[in-house]
């Protein structure tokens, strides 16, 4: 299997396009290119694009994975109304699939159902979008602060058989997948390897991968936190999962200087070709 990560610290600190050069010397295959700008004037313009695309292909790096905007507010207000702009950047660079979050619109205990039938519109609302550009979207599991406790609790599918219903219910496998978010699991009580079977092959096309101590939403790499990667990986490789293995784990960037930032990648891209071999031999087993 491939493995991959978000190009989103590599980005901030290098710029668009060295960002992904410091990215592809890294050794990773694959990227999964994160678009989480706070509004669209911020997205790459179509020279940064081009210059990106030429410098992955120079490497042998696809562009197999995205990440819309996200944050209620922000996408609804300033994101969806024009989302096929994000669409026609993701389409551009070739990406397949893309990571649209739920509509998480506020306290979520109590409006469970409310919520899930929002979500279920919402997605279904982005058909057009999606035969257009030929991207499918991912659907990924939340989760949202107590607002009297402060504590992470269940937001929007975070049982990963509400998420497993959420796919279910918008009934259109063409269009969409699922995007289990393994430290999101976690921080939510469970365990990512029960949810990956409660999930299944049929449903799952796309990990977010990073580690979490179970109390916060560290996005750290994988063995830096208190997740138990052997049984994940063994879960994976039992349903047949055929996606890419994709760190969402850059705040492991940000212990370190920035000049020391590609010392840095190396290490986590063998991070995550470890474990995609791991998966891998357990698929074969």
Known sequence: MLFATQTQNAVEAYGFTEGIRLLCEAGYPALDLSLNVADL???????????????????????RQAHAPFGYQKFIT???????????????FG???????????GRYYGHEKEIFDLN??????????????GVKVAIENMWQRN????????????????????FDAVDDPDSFTVCLDVGHVALCNREPEDAIRIIGHDRLGALHVHDVDYIDDLHTLPGVGRI????????L??????????????NFFTRFETEFYPTVARFMAERAKFLAEKVDSYRKN
Request: aromatic share 8%.
């Open 95 to 105: 990406v397949k699939q893309m990571i649209v979050h739920p509509l998480q619109p």
């Open 147 to 166: 607002p009297t406790s402060n504590l992470i609790v269940d937001d929007i599918c975070a049982d990963p058989k509400e998420l497993a219903d959420v």
């Open 228 to 235: 138990k990667w052997d049984p994940v990986c063994r879960a």
């Open 41 to 63: 004037s911020e997205l790459p313009s179509r020279e940064e694009q081009e210059r990106a695309k030429e410098i992955a292909a120079g490497y042998g790096v696809v562009f």
């Open 120 to 133: 279920v519109q919402f997605y279904r609302g982005l058909v057009p979008l999606i035969r257009q550009y």
């Open 237 to 250: 490789g039992e349903i047949d999962y055929t996606g890419d293995l994709t760190l969402e784990a850059d």
């Open 78 to 92: 300033r994101i969806q109304p024009e989302l096929w702009r994000v669409f026609e950047v993701v389409a551009r």
